[in-house]
């Protein structure tokens, strides 16, 4: 058994995540920012990998009062438990996702990660060991199961969506495709990593619905199948 999974992601016209040097760019408004704080409002937790923390910095917290207060008169933590994907350990201590907002945090690394590094994290987060020399992410959602996580938000970026995507554990994909062209040959994309060479590999998606917002189209798709 493994949580639900939903990826969340903001992209360019040329689906660019940032800027080839990977320096965060705004691609969506207030209208899109509110829809994504909701959708972390009603996680278990949220996800990002250890490329997403090193070049943005992210908190993962919500943002809205109002949410937050919802959240707690539910009889759920303030902040859905932050996840970061750090195969060898590489979480800065001082990271935003490790001090940022009250609630639990979870550093999930490979058995191959530095014992040294993982001591140093062990004061800001649980660590979880899963997967040699790189994080196995079907036996990480297992574990994140285990411990009653049964809605997960997947925020970014590439290398982890792709990881996800071909290991066949994302159930649905929002994607807001922004009014800007950014370029760049070596630029994150929405899915990275090796990438699919065979057509009945390619994750197949149905699309649920596309709106016009904030001057972009917000796609909500259901990854019909896998070709696993």
């Not at 411990?147 to 649905?172: H, K, Y």
Request: glycine share 10%; net charge negative; aromatic share 6%.
């Amino acid at each position: 058994m493994r949580p639900y999974v939903v990826v969340n992601v903001a992209v360019s016209a040329d689906g660019k995540l940032s800027t080839r040097e990977r320096r965060q760019v705004k691609i969506s408004g207030k209208q899109d920012f509110e829809r994504v704080d909701e959708l972390k409002a009603t996680s278990d937790a949220v996800m990002v990998g250890i490329g997403t923390v090193l070049a943005d910095n992210p908190s993962l917290t919500i943002k809205s009062p109002e949410r937050i207060s919802a959240r707690v008169k539910s009889g759920r933590s303030e902040h859905p438990v932050r996840i970061v994907v750090d195969s060898s350990a590489r979480t800065p201590p001082d990271a935003k996702i490790l001090h940022k907002g009250s609630g639990k945090r979870l550093i999930a690394v490979s058995e191959s990660a530095s014992e040294g590094l993982i001591t140093s994290l062990s004061d800001y987060a649980d660590i979880i060991r899963a997967g040699y020399g790189k994080v196995d992410l079907t036996m990480l959602l297992e574990e994140l199961y285990q411990i009653n996580i049964r809605f997960l938000m997947v925020e970014g970026g590439g290398t982890l969506i792709w990881s996800l995507l071909s290991a066949g554990l994302v159930d649905e994909l929002f994607v807001f495709t922004g009014k800007i062209i950014i370029g760049g040959l070596n630029a994150p994309t929405l899915a990275d990593g090796q990438g699919f060479t065979i057509e009945s590999e390619f994750p197949r998606l149905e699309c649920i619905s596309a709106d016009i917002s904030d001057e972009g189209v917000l796609i909500h798709w259901k990854v019909q199948n896998f070709g696993l």
